[in-house]
């Protein structure tokens, strides 16, 4: 409204300007006008915007752009007769002010007139969150003020403010910064599969474990050969196999292997029988004494 910029054209101008960020203000501006090529040398058509309209937007940018905190009084004078305009930064200004009472460190936050997000469903102000530490990575947490959005569901308008997190781009950074330690699996105990007949025992067996509070899976490989299971463990970082063969069945026992201890022994002992006999790697004991027995040595 305030560039006289046709309604029509209001869609295509927003999303033009949220590209500032990556683009720059050169691209933006092309693309406001006649068009641009892009760095891979595609030619992005413009909105043909008139040099004035254009000229209009960028006395806007020039406010925006700074990201001072004077940047609300100023947008606020320059918008100043235009309804829409004055109760957004309004809105923002609101928000500026309750930012300040809770103390917040002015570092960490800023008010950005040039972010557009959610046309379609959003009714307020949005916000981006990013990590100091890495901000090229974007924004990692989202969200906004979305009224509208409820009365598709239950015909009436509420007011509501809602956000997410970007899942992929923060584990991305959570990787790239070290802050966490990946791990190929969670399960602490494999349950083996020595004959389908027995699934219902195995079943209740992993069952028993996860009610205990034990992290366990159940192998679903194809393979009966419990030394590819083995290596299915040491693939993936279980340190404990549960094994139930008809010897174990017939008297209410499993065996226990450890294979953390197992693989390291198995480095120091060149011959099989005394690694087989080394205490802590594998153990057959009473079923109903296996939670007791893992939580022992967990």
Known sequence: QY???????????MRIIDKLEKQGREAVVRELGEGRIDKSGDKIPGINLSASEIKKLEQFLDIAESKNTDAIPKAMNLLQGIEISETGVSELETIQKYLQSMSIDESKTEIDLTIVRGLGYYTG?????????LPEFGSVFSGGRYDNLVDRFLGRSIPAVGSSI?????????IDLKAIELQKAVSKVLVTVMDRDSLPK???ILNKLREAGIPSE???????????????????GIPFAVIIGSDELAKNQVTVKNLVVGKEKATDMADREEWLKADNIQETIPEDKLIEYLKERL
Do not use: H, N, W
């Open 218 to 236: 159940i192998y679903s490989g194809e393979t009966k050969k419990i030394t590819k299971q083995f290596q299915y463990c040491d693939r993936v």
């Open 202 to 204: 195995y079943l209740e």
């Open 3 to 13: 560039a006289k910029i046709p309604e029509d054209k209001s869609a295509d101008v």
């Open 125 to 133: 102000p949005v916000f981006e969150t990013t990590l100091l530490d």
């Open 166 to 174: 970007g899942v992929d781009r923060l584990m991305a950074a959570l």
